[in-house]
């Protein structure tokens, strides 16, 4: 109960951290506070200590990511909309909230409650060292961000609105109208309402 609670009231501060430190590198904190939790359940003696204080880092962890994770849903997402990105989440979550259970389940029955319990938490202890992994390998990979909103004046439209852009990295970086809450759905603008974008954008 106490971890279940927790885990729900860090998302909160979760969200401030975020903020102030941005979406990636407060997620990577996450997952190693996430993976130093799992780790002391996996490898450390068996003590009710121990095992208190790894679970309230396992929260801790968990709770955070949480608010990063919505953080970069607008980012990543934007295109599609704020439904679909809750979506993706949410089914994601489901999604391990269905499958982890029974592999649990099973490790405590082949290897017996103790052995069990802890390849378990090795398993979320893997899980979370692969997302680490993944965030670093992130800036090699270079997929495209969607980032925004900006406040925008129209040239054409005469309107202040908020642009949203797709700002693909590489060898040849470029910048990609996604979504301008004056235009309807499918429609375009010309460059000159990118080009209103703050520099370190399209640079």
Not at 51 to 64: D, K, P, S
Not at 77 to 91: D, E, I, M, R, S
Not at 171 to 186: D, E, I, M, Y
């Amino acid at each position: 109960m106490i971890y279940s609670v927790l885990t729900s009231a860090l998302r909160v501060p979760g969200g401030f951290v975020t903020d102030r430190f941005g979406g990636e590198h407060t997620l990577g904190g996450a997952f190693l506070v996430t993976f130093a939790g799992a780790a002391i359940l996996a490898l450390a003696p068996a003590s009710v200590g121990a095992g208190v204080a790894a679970c309230l880092l396992l929260a801790l962890g968990m709770g955070v990511a949480n608010a990063a994770v919505f953080k970069l849903v607008p980012r990543y997402l934007a295109a599609l909309g704020g439904g679909a990105g809750a979506g993706w989440v949410g089914g994601l979550g489901a999604f391990g909230g269905f499958v982890l259970p029974p592999v649990l389940g099973w490790l405590v029955e082949r290897f017996g409650p103790e052995p069990g319990y802890r390849l378990g938490f090795a398993l979320f202890g893997a899980l979370a060292a692969a997302c680490v992994l993944l965030l670093l390998l992130r800036p090699l990979l270079a997929p495209p961000r969607i980032a925004g909103p900006y406040p925008v004046q129209c040239p054409d439209h005469g309107t202040a609105g908020e642009l949203w852009v797709e700002v693909r990295s590489g060898g040849n970086p470029s910048v990609r109208l996604a979504r301008c809450t004056l235009l309807a759905p499918g429609s375009t603008c010309n460059a000159r309402c990118v080009d209103q974008l703050p520099a370190d954008v399209t640079d």
